[in-house]
């Protein structure tokens, strides 16, 4: 798990190139082959009674698997990384890794919401006390520590909402204390923000968004520091959690072009958010990188980049107004998952989730993921849209 003959010397473009390829040991083919498997053969009982091969079981990895890990390690900085069957089957084997039946877990009230569907629906029924914070508390999460907290669970910028958290601030406290924490680092990708370089324990990404990057992908990692690598080994180890090869080889194929796709979503998606702004139609943009993000600051101070996903909140509207400017969009589906190459939409209500924090609203909202189309095209497409909303009765300044 998470072998590499690469080391890092190189700038992080290079990285994303270079990192978990072993060409010599596949007949000079570039990219590692995909092993489909369950049975891996023995030579003599001997080497099966040693339990000592290198790839034992199907379940436990193959050269495919190898790839992916050793590039993510090498990505986040870690010291050793596990594949899952999904972004969500990530986040439940980091948890599972770290708490146990009596434990207190602090989860950030802007979480995706199947985190918070896995905390309260399985974490809670084995014992862990589940308590949600408001993501923005920064150093005041001292205030909510027991002596039984064992894990903070973050995500930053929230998932809908797009809150910074103030992240080496609840650090500090976390460690402390000696409790773990956890991030959902999808939003930012590795190549963004590295938790494991401000002292988060743990990143999980939902490699099924940006890093597959095509939407044909279900795939989770977890990458783990020295301190939390072992359990988190363990766990993974026995639960049963297995990425499937051809999926796992998906994912290390877009993760090759991650930085390219990034600097060009990056800048479609800074571009979009800031015209989407000037628009009357539109109360809010909930895109950390513009100044009007209320945690801004806190976005350049930590993070390298954005990617292109961010929330609008309209001004108050009927809901027939909503329902004609999202739906007549030529360029942007109505789905969940992000990180594609294509443009997407996707109505929300906080309200329906939210336990720690208040959502305040006047009109309804939408979260947007810009692709790789002509941002000229995307911005012809929503002006259209704000048009259908205006004529449908929607509110404009
Ligand atoms: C989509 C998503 C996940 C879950 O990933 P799946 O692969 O869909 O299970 C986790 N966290 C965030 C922030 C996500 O957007």
Partial sequence: MGKTNYRRTHHVDTDIVTVGRTPEEQF???????????TVLYPDTAHF??????????????????SLEAAMTLL?????????????????IALQSQLKAGDHLLVTD??????????????????????????????????????ETAVI???SPGSHTFEVQDIPAIVAIAKKH??????????????????????VDIAIHAATKYIGGHSDVMLGT???????????????????????????????????????????????????????????????VLHPALESHPDHALWKRDFKGATSLFSVVMNPGPK?????????????????????????????????????TTWHADGPAVRFHIGLEDTGDIIEDLKAGLERWRKAGGGAG
Avoid at 178 to 199: E, H, S
Avoid at 265 to 280: D, N, S
Wanted: charged share 20%; glycine share 12%; proline share 7%.
């Fill in 28 to 38: 000079g083919y570039v990219n590692p082959p995909v092993y489909r498997g369950s």
């Fill in 49 to 66: 009674e040693r339990r000592d091969a290198r790839y034992p079981y199907g379940r436990y990895g193959s050269p495919t698997t190898d």
């Fill in 76 to 92: 986040e900085g870690g010291a050793g990384t596990v594949l899952a069957s999904s972004g969500l089957a990530a986040i439940a």
């Fill in 110 to 147: 802007s979480c995706y919401a199947p985190t918070r569907g896995f905390c309260n629906g399985v974490m809670t029924r084995f014992g862990v006390s589940v308590e949600y914070y408001d993501p923005r508390i920064g150093a005041g999460i001292a205030d909510l520590i027991r002596p």
């Fill in 153 to 155: 669970f973050l995500e």
């Fill in 178 to 199: 000696d409790i773990a924490t956890i991030i959902d680092n999808t939003w930012a990708t590795p190549l963004f923000f590295r938790p494991l370089d401000v002292g």
């Fill in 222 to 284: 977890v990458t783990a520091n020295e301190k939390t690598w072992p359990a988190l080994k363990a766990t993974w180890h026995m639960v049963g959690e297995c990425a499937g090869p051809d999926v796992v080889w998906l994912g290390q194929r877009g993760l090759r072009t991650l930085s390219a796709r990034l600097k060009r979503q990056m800048a479609a998606g800074i571009e979009v958010a800031g015209w989407l702004e000037t628009q009357p139609e539109v109360a809010r």
């Fill in 320 to 356: 027939e107004a909503f329902a004609a400017f999202l739906d007549g969009l030529e360029l942007f589906g109505i789905g969940a998952s992000w990180g594609g190459y294509e443009s997407l939409c996707l109505p929300f209500d906080p309200r329906a989730v939210r336990t720690a």
